[in-house]
Nanobody, 123 residues
Framework: QVQVVESGGGLVQAGGSLRLSCAAS????????MGWFRQAPGKEREFVAT????????YYADSAKGRFTISRDNAKNTVYLQMNSLEPEDTAVYYC????????????????WGQGTQVTVSS
């Protein structure tokens, strides 16, 4: 079993940057693909980015391409989401999740979820 805890959210002005972190505990963290999802008020949870267990493969939602970067440090059991050029539309609760298997953009493929961290982008 894997437990994940997100951190790094906050309030930022449009055009600014934030780096989210996801600390994982439990066995075999390096066996899990990791993903970031987000949920804005009144909207469904949506995929943001995912990274393979080795870090060698990444995949992004169109809304994140060119602005967000997902990375991982298996020695630290941590996944990161660097978010640049933030827009008010990026305001949401961001969730980290772990999937025992191949990376995926589908939330149903993820087995373990964190509680989320709030990101608010002001205009």
């Amino acid at each position: 079993q894997v437990q994940v805890v997100e951190s790094g959210g906050g309030l930022v002005q449009a055009g600014g940057s934030l780096r989210l972190s996801c600390a994982a505990s439990g066995r075999s963290f390096s066996s899990y693909a990791m993903g970031w999802f987000r949920q804005a008020p009144g909207k469904e949870r949506e995929f943001v980015a995912t990274i393979s267990w080795s870090g060698g493969t990444t995949y992004y939602a169109d809304s994140a391409k060119g602005r967000f970067t997902i990375s991982r440090d298996n020695a630290k059991n941590t996944v990161y989401l660097q978010m640049n050029s933030l827009e008010p539309e990026d305001t949401a609760v961001y969730y980290c999740a772990a999937a025992l298997g191949l990376l995926s953009s589908s939330s149903i493929e993820y087995d373990y979820w964190g509680q989320g961290t709030q990101v608010t982008v002001s205009s």
